[in-house]
């Protein structure tokens, strides 16, 4: 009953910025941390940035420096904010989110938001 709304993808120019959301809606006690994955053609889902509900970060090595992940717990929702974007940086970016409904755990993910960086 968790469900993941991602927005704020498209297509930008190299050295550009865009900014991500992912909302959290439904039926859950507590979020323990969301993050950002992506997934490029013929490459492995990687991490991007995962943030837990007290704000500790942790960032995936091509992205350090350029993005910076942050959430509102009250809206449930999670950013990602991207600079200095590269044509490398082109995936679909993945919303993820674990926590607890009552006492049963989730792990779920959002249906994926693409981000183009192209001249």
């Known amino acids: 009953q968790v469900q993941l709304v991602e927005s704020g993808g498209g297509l930008v120019q190299p050295g550009g910025s865009l900014r991500l959301s992912c909302a959290a809606s439904?039926?859950?006690?507590?979020?323990?941390?969301m993050g950002w994955y992506r997934q490029a053609p013929g490459k492995q889902r990687e991490l991007v940035a995962t943030?837990?509900?007290?704000?500790?970060?942790n960032y995936g090595d091509s992205v350090k420096g350029r993005f910076t992940i942050s959430r509102d717990n009250a809206k449930n929702t999670v950013y990602l904010q991207m600079n200095s974007l590269k044509p490398e940086d082109t995936a679909v970016y993945l919303c993820?989110?674990?926590?607890?409904?009552?006492?049963?755990?989730?792990?779920?993910w959002g249906q994926g938001t693409q981000v183009t960086v192209s001249a």
């Open positions: 439904g039926s859950f006690s507590v979020i323990i941390a």
């Open positions: 943030i837990t509900s007290v704000g500790r970060t």
């Open positions: 993820n989110a674990n926590g607890l409904r009552l006492t049963v755990p989730f792990d779920v």
